[in-house]
């Protein structure tokens, strides 16, 4: 098993189980991590259209942003332009949703993964930070 497969599957371990009132919980930013990328919603500049703009990303926008960054490192490195990910209605999909784009990085190239092991790892520490 590659390092992306197991990080991907500790991921999904850890949050497959969670339910909407975890999945809305606010996020704390683990120390010496980059901060999280702003949602899907976020307007042009990084300002939020969410309620509670300011606040600490939600664990489920901590985990789309993570599906949307290995999705874009995947069109990059098949040269595609970038798509959005749909954030569907239901946060219990994510998991899934993860699962499926980090599949799709399993034969990308050795930088591409590295990144995207980097970006599974800085999530990781985001959503489950040392107590």
Do not use: I, Y
């Not at 042009?44 to 874009?72: N, Y």
């Amino acid at each position: 098993m590659t390092d992306l497969a197991q990080l991907t599957g500790r991921l999904v371990a850890g949050t497959a189980h969670w339910t909407p009132a975890a999945w809305a919980a606010r996020s704390t930013p683990a120390a010496n991590t980059a901060p999280a990328p702003a949602p899907a919603s976020a307007e042009p500049g990084g300002a939020s259209t969410e309620p509670g703009a300011g606040a600490a990303p939600s664990r489920a926008d901590v985990l789309h942003a993570l599906v949307q960054q290995l999705a874009d490192l995947g069109a990059d490195a098949e040269a595609r332009p970038h798509q959005p990910v749909p954030r569907l209605d239901n946060d219990l999909a994510l998991p899934d949703q993860l699962r499926v784009v980090a599949a799709d990085l399993t034969a990308a190239p050795p930088p591409v993964r590295s990144r995207a092991e980097a970006a599974l790892q800085t999530a990781h520490r985001t959503l489950f930070p040392a107590r």
